[in-house]
């Protein structure tokens, strides 16, 4: 065998959990280090791992590698290699926002995993009031320290499997009824905008309950109860995009003088064609307003921070307004018989 193909077996012999590896004559032992550091996700499910010579029956020496495995259940797509707070920041967003009850990090680098966990939650917490608490636990393998967490909500795992079906059904309705083929990506992010807007309540201060609190910052409060703050605006209308093929995400930021957090989102036409969106700030109860819609960053920056390292930077040489408008305009009659109200064609 070649070297690609060794390292092949070793690694599907990793993957499938075999404790006994043998490693042939005439190979450094190395190879497997060199594996590892090249796939260290497979590090996860390594609990123990010892490397030993040995004589095969040709009398040649080869290295026998015995290991103990953990963690069997655990998905390999939950377990992420991490090099910067940021990235955690970014994990943890994603599998909290997503109601994801586990996750894994290895990293090989000094972070501060405790201090990251309290800057997420002073940062972000305010976003995901269904979540109460995390756990997690370290160790290190092979120089390489490695995280687990589980995340615990509020609501049990039924009654979310409930607010999912509930909110795909009602994203599947609002697309049929406002995207349609030969549609261009900008008329979609403008259509989605304009419903959002029209059909929402933001949803201020008081007294609500623990299941109250879950809906209004999530796409469920967006779309189906139709009272919400920004979070489950951000995500509904990503949620639009999703369906829509249209490249979206959502930005965390802060507002300019303010302790607030706010979340909007950014969308992408093409690698230099990309927009601000932010549907929030949009809302009103008599006309649609387009302030914050299709905007650059220069133009964001004057009312908040964020995460500009992270996030797609949006400079565009377009105006995303008038592309859409232009086909708003020339196939009026047509989209209105498409059952689209003239107030969601902002006509």
């Known amino acids: 065998m070649d070297i690609k193909q060794v390292e092949n077996e070793i690694i599907n012999k990793i ?18 280090e060199r594996i590892l550091n090249q796939n260290p996700r497979l590090l996860f499910y390594i609990n123990d791992m010892q490397i030993r010579k040995g004589i095969n029956p040709f009398f040649q020496v080869e290295t026998r590698v015995q290991i103990q495995y953990h963690n069997h259940d655990f998905d390999i797509n939950d377990v992420h290699v991490v090099s910067t707070i ?37 940062k972000y917490s305010v976003f995901y009031p269904n979540f109460t608490q995390a756990r997690f636990t370290g160790y290190i393998v092979c120089k390489r320290s490695i995280y687990e967490f589980e995340f615990t909500y509020r609501i049990g795992r039924v009654k979310l499997n409930m607010m999912e079906t509930e909110i795909q059904t009602e994203v599947d309705r609002i697309s049929k009824l406002l995207f349609h083929p030969p549609m261009p990506p900008e008329v979609k992010i403008y259509l989605a905008h304009n419903y959002l807007a029209s059909s929402i309540t933001y949803y201020g201060t008081g007294e609500i309950s623990n299941l109250e609190k879950s809906y209004v910052h999530s796409a469920y409060g ?16 990503k949620r639009l995009m999703d369906k829509a093929g249209v ?101």
């Open 222 to 237: 967006a779309l189906i109860t139709k009272k919400c703050v920004c979070q489950g605006v951000a995500e509904a209308f």
């Open 15 to 32: 993957k499938n959990f075999d404790g006994s590896i043998n490693i042939p004559a005439g190979y450094d032992p190395s190879i497997l």
């Open 86 to 122: 940021s990235d955690i920041l970014s994990l943890l967003c994603r599998y909290i926002g997503n109601y994801k009850t586990k996750l894994a990090l290895i990293t090989d680098s000094q972070l501060d995993i405790g201090a990251t966990f309290t800057k997420f939650k002073e």
């Open 247 to 347: 490249e979206c995400e959502i930005v965390c930021g802060q507002i300019i003088g303010h302790d607030d957090y706010h979340a909007w989102n950014i969308v992408k036409l093409s690698d230099t064609e990309c927009f601000h969106v932010d549907v929030t700030w949009d809302i009103s109860a008599k006309t649609l307003s387009y302030l914050y819609f299709g905007k650059n960053d220069a133009f964001l920056e004057k009312t908040r921070r964020w995460n500009k390292a992270y996030n797609t930077k949006c400079q565009p040489k377009h105006n995303l307004f008038m592309m859409a408008r232009k086909y708003i305009i020339a196939n009026k009659q047509t989209l209105l018989r498409q059952g689209i109200s003239p107030k969601i064609l902002g006509v």
